[in-house]
Each structure stands twice: as C-alpha cells, then as structure tokens.
C-alpha cells in the first residue's frame, strides 16, 4: 500500500506529465484516432459479411481518387534522393561539422530496417511473388502461373520494396536529421517545412495540424504491420497444430507483444530497441541462411543476379503506372497500398532514423538507408519468394487447388516443401514466428518513441508514461482494425494505410520543396579547399636537373641541393623560383618560424575557395577592385532565429551562435 507522501507526489507527477504534452497536438490526436476506430468498428458490424466487399470497395474508392498522387510524389522523392546522395549536397554533416555517428553501422543498419520493414518482408517475402505468379498486372503481358510470370514475379515484388519505398523514409529522415542536428530545431515533422511557411506559422495551429496528421498516419501505419504480424503470427502457430484460430488468440497475441515492447520502449534506444533489433537481424540472417543453403542453393544464387536485372527492368517500366485503363486491379492492390503504407509509416521510420543517424553525411545517410536495405530486400525475395515460386512452377505444391493463395501460411508452407525432416520443419518455423515477433515489438517499441516525441513538440527525452501510453494505444488499434475487419481483416489494415498516408503526402511535397531551398543555400556557402604549391614536385625537379646536367656526378650533386632547398631548410634560387607574386602574401605552415625543419608536405599552403555567382559581384567604379554583394550571393531561408533549446545548443548553427556571442564578447574587432 502506498505511503501518505507517494500518494500525494502521484498526481504531481501526472500533473507534471500533462504540462510537458503538446495539449494542440496530443488531443486533437487521440481524438481522431478514437473517432476513426470507431467508424471502422460500426462499419465492420454495419455490413456483417458482406464487410470484405464493403472494406474493398472503401479502399478501391480512395486508392483510385488520389492514387495517381502517391505514384507522382513517390516517384519524384526517390529523384531527389539521388539528386542530394550524388551532388555536393552530400558532403554535408547531419549535425556539427566535427560529430562522428553514434551508432556502429551494423546497430545503425540493424535498427533502420527492423523498424522499417521487418514484418512486411516476413509476411509477403514468399506470399507476394506467388501472387504476381498467379495473377501477374496486364502491363506485364505475362500469363498466369508460367516460367515468364515468375520471372518477372521478383522484380515486381522489389519495386514495391525497394528504392522506392526506402526514398519515401529518405525525405522524412533527411529532413528531420539536417532541421534538428545541423539547425537546431525540435525534432517534430512540422520542422521540416519551416523554410515554406516561416517560424510563426510553424508555431501556429499549421504546425499543431502537421504532427496531428503525422502521428495519425503513423498510428495507423504501423497498426497495419502489427496486424499483418498478428495474423501470421496466429497462422504459424495454428499450421503448427499448437492451437484453433480465434479471435481470442488474436487478441492473446496482440496484447503479449504489446507488453513486451512496453517494456522495450521503457528501457530507452540504447538499451532495450538497440539490443532487440540486433538479435532481430541475426535471427533473420540464420532463418534465410538455412533456407539458403537447404534449398536450391545453386539456382538461388543464378536467381540473385537475375532478379537484381529484372529488378532493374521493372523500374521504368512502373515508376509511372497509376493503373489508368487497367481492368485487373493489380495497380490498386499492390502498388498504391505499398506506397500508401510506406507513406503512413515515414514519420515513424524517418524520425527513427534521423534519431540515429546523428553524425553521418548526407551521401553517407541516403546511400545507406536505400541502397543497403534494397540489396537485403533482394536476398530476402530472392531466397523466399524465388524458391516458393520454383517449387509452384515444378509441383503445384504452394498455391491451393482452385489458385487460391494463403497469405498468412504461405512462409510455413515453403518449410515444408524443403527437402528436409519435420523436426527441421518445426525448428525453421519456430525461429520465423521469433523474427515476425521481434520485428513485431521493435516497430511497437520504435514507434512510440516517434509518436511520443511528436506529441511533445519535438522533445527526445520524454517521460516513461506518455511512452507506454502510446505502445497500449498502438496494440488497441491493431487488435480493433483486426477485429472490426473479421475475415475483410487485410482489407480493413489496407484502408487505413491509404486513408492516413494522403494528408501526409502534401506534407513530405513541401518537404521536399524545403529541403532543395536548404540545400541550396549550403552548397552556395560550402568552401572548396584548394591546396597550393609554392614549389615544384619532386619528380618535377629530378626532370629539370637531369635536363641541365651534363654528367652522373652533376645530376647527383645538383638532386642534392634541389631537394635539400624543396625541404624547406633554404628558400629557393636561382631559377627555381616561388609560387606567383599574386600570393606572395600567403603564409606557408613554415612561415611562423623560417629557421625550423620543414615536415614532408608543409610547403603547401591550402586556401578555402567560395564559389560567387557573377550577379552578387560589384566593381569600384574609382580601382576596379572586385566587391561582393553578400546579401544577394547567399540568402539563408531560415537565417536569425535562435531557440532556448538542447536540440539549438548541440547543433551546428548552435554551435556557430555561441561562437559569435564568444567572439562579439571577448574580441570584438574579430565578430562578424
């Protein structure tokens, strides 16, 4: 029983809590989460069984009014990544120029992908390409269930998980990683479109509606992952003959995971998500190995070429495809569900990884994120999808007799069509239930630190309360979403998914319209550093001696005293002169102390060189001495405000602030 003094601290404390929320952000939130859950409850009970048709006709209602939109931003995002990895903007530091990350690359990479797509690559690594098998798009031109539709089949598959998906989180994670650590800002979605709308606006209810639609979409993004997970969680064991599918498993395993990743979330990012996600990418890496190498080995590694080239192909064939004349669905079904999913989970994968990403380039930053999860997601459909589909090609075995596919068995099913024993099969199947459960937490737990942070207006250190509250939230809206649906379950996650990521696609547009302003302005005052000799080369020198020595014994005594002058222990003569007049003025490393040993390389003098457009030039009409206009060279979008903030403090224009208030301080004459 709790003391007199512990009761009356509790409802400080909660008060405390409540104080610390974001109220604009955090109510308008919850209420329509609740509203929503609501609606597809009522609607569920409202059609009885003729709910899938009605859940489908939602979704097909909404996919094809604004589904032209996502295939247009998406298609655009993944261009603009390109565009800052490969130009100048990526030598840019997410946070001080002198940070280096915090995270090793494998905890780094391990968390990025268990949170960005760990269930989704479990559930549809083998599920997906049997369906493209089975019921191939028109645009294909392929016919159902043959060698040329299961070929394309990968390639299909790894559009919709590939660069394509990894470039949505790209531009939410860029954003975030450069607003936050480079400057300054709160770690919250509205930050990202300070340079279209300004600060006040920000601060204002556009900034309070903006991380309202982001932590919305992600409640109902990640809610559709954790059904998914849920539903072949409950598949796996009942195909084990463990137990009955109900809707009280279900429930049972909703609510345990639940409870695990509140105990993950508790524990912080360093600790508890860190450690889950990397034993979630080792399981995850011994279940494709075994299957690897217990399967057809040799065909899967002539399959991994081929897909990576089919992969390659399909690209331009549907980066535009909106499904305009088609009459299959496929589009719909497919392309603009995974998109919209992707969509709806960007504020949650990107600010998970701009959280730990602090210390990376940019090129480092979108290099990694798309192109490393992108070769994985190759291995992955290669090793699952690619066998399941050989083993439908040569015996029928893993789609039903009337061609029906069973989505939630269909990973199960392929271990028993390997070539090994049933204390294998069991073995392989208990480790995937482990991986779609860890991957199942780590999106639990990561997310509501996302979600959380959101709802306090961008601050990263939250108290434990407000973090569990979000994990019960995102366990009672999977287990609602899959309960209203019944069998439409699916159907019901794909609506939500759709329905959430459209506010949320203006938003990452504007972002991207940021973010080009930004990046802009930091290449136009990113200094190219020039080195200057003011000397010859060595093998420079040995060509002019040998050129004017008339014997061995001149060209030895000649090398002798050139290079013993290149050394810097003489200034030069003769004719062997200097660097221009021009830079006469320049001091060397060596000119400090003329009398002391030059170091090898220290006879170069390194100049940090700004490129000026020729507009912002001006000529002094008396000298012709060349001006600059700084004011119409460079124009920084967000230039002169300053936050009372950890996050402003330990940024790089934070850093720049105290170095001026230091300097204005101290030297006066030195400030600019």
């Not at 990640?222 to 084990?240: I, K, P």
């Not at 009409?621 to 330990?650: C, M």
Request: net charge negative; hydrophobic share 50%; glycine share 10%.
């Amino acid at each position: 029983m709790a003391s007199p003094a512990e009761a009356d601290r509790r409802p400080n404390r909660l008060a405390e809590v409540w104080r610390g929320l974001s109220k604009p952000v955090f109510v308008p939130a919850l209420l329509i989460i609740l509203v929503a859950l609501a609606f597809a409850t009522w609607y569920g009970a409202a059609y009885g069984d003729d709910a899938e048709t009605a859940f489908t006709n939602l979704r097909d209602g909404i996919g094809g009014t604004v589904g032209w939109w996502y295939v247009l931003v998406v298609t655009t995002f993944l261009v603009f990544a390109f565009w800052a990895a490969l130009s100048k903007v990526g030598n840019i530091r997410l946070g001080r120029d002198d940070e280096r990350p915090e995270f090793s690359r494998f905890s780094w990479f391990a968390m990025l992908f268990s949170a960005g797509m760990g269930i989704g690559l479990v559930f549809w690594g083998v599920a997906e390409p049997l369906n493209h098998l089975m019921s191939p798009p028109e645009i294909a031109g392929n016919a159902a269930g043959t060698p040329e539709a299961g070929r394309a089949a990968i390639g299909q598959a790894l559009f919709h998980w590939g660069l394509h998906a990894w470039g949505i989180y790209v531009v939410v994670g860029l954003g975030l990683a450069y607003m936050s650590f480079r400057r300054g800002r709160p770690l919250s979605i509205r930050w990202l479109l300070e340079p279209v709308f300004g600060r006040k606006l920000i601060e204002s209810w556009v900034g309070h509606a903006i991380d309202v639609f982001a932590i919305v979409g992600t409640i109902f993004g990640v809610a559709t992952s954790l059904g998914q997970g849920a539903l072949q969680l409950q598949a796996g064991l009942v195909h084990l003959g463990w137990f009955s599918p109900s809707n009280a498993l279900l429930l049972g395993l909703v609510v345990v995971v639940t409870a695990v990743g509140t105990l993950s979330v508790v524990s912080g990012l360093n600790k508890g998500v860190r450690w889950l996600s990397n034993a979630n990418m080792t399981l995850a890496a011994v279940l494709a190995l075994c299957v690897l190498l217990v399967g057809p080995t040799v065909f899967l590694f002539q399959s991994m070429v081929q897909n990576t080239g089919e992969y390659l192909q399909t690209l331009p064939e549907l980066m535009f495809v909106t499904g305009a004349g088609a009459t299959d669905g496929w589009t719909l079904s497919w392309t603009l569900f995974n998109q919209g999913w992707f969509l709806s989970w960007a504020p949650f994968v990107g600010m998970f990884i701009a959280r730990i990403s602090r210390g990376r380039t940019i090129r480092e930053f979108i290099l990694g994120v798309m192109l490393a999860p992108t070769v994985i997601a190759i291995l992955w459909f290669t090793i699952f999808g690619s066998t399941g589909i050989l083993h439908q090609l040569q015996n029928g075995s893993m789609v039903g007799a009337d061609g029906t596919i069973d989505t939630n068995t269909s990973l199960f099913l392929l271990f028993e069509n390997l070539p090994v024993g049933g204390g294998i099969v069991v073995a392989l199947s208990v480790i995937a239930l482990l991986v779609i459960t860890l991957f199942f937490i780590t999106s639990s737990d990561s997310c509501s630190l996302v979600v959380d942070v959101l709802s306090h207006g961008g601050r990263t250190e939250t108290p434990r309360a407000t973090r569990v509250f979000w994990a019960v939230i995102i366990g009672v809206v999977g287990a609602l979403l899959l309960l209203a649906g019944g069998e439409a379950a699916l159907t019901v996650l794909q609506v939500s998914s759709i329905a959430g990521a459209a506010p949320l696609s203006i938003i990452y547009a504007l972002a991207v319209i940021a973010l080009v302003r930004m990046l802009r302005f930091e290449m136009a005052t990113m200094p190219r550093y020039v080195r200057i000799r003011p000397q010859a080369t060595p093998s420079a020198l040995v060509a002019t001696a040998r050129k004017e020595a008339d014997d061995e014994e001149e060209l030895h005594r000649s090398l002798r005293e050139l290079l013993k002058e290149h050394g810097g222990q003489a200034p030069p003569r003769g004719r062997f002169k200097g660097a221009s007049a021009a830079l006469g003025g320049l001091e060397t490393a060596t000119t400090g102390n003329p009398s002391a040993p030059a170091a090898r390389g220290a006879d170069t003098t390194v100049l940090a060189v700004h490129d000026v457009p020729a507009h912002a030039t001006t000529v002094d009409s008396e000298t012709g001495a060349i001006g600059l206009d700084g004011d119409s060279a460079f124009r920084d979008p967000i230039a002169g405000e300053v936050f009372d903030t950890p996050e402003f403090t330990a940024s790089a224009v934070g850093a720049e602030h105290e170095t001026e208030e230091l300097l204005r301080k101290y030297a006066p004459g030195n400030g600019r």
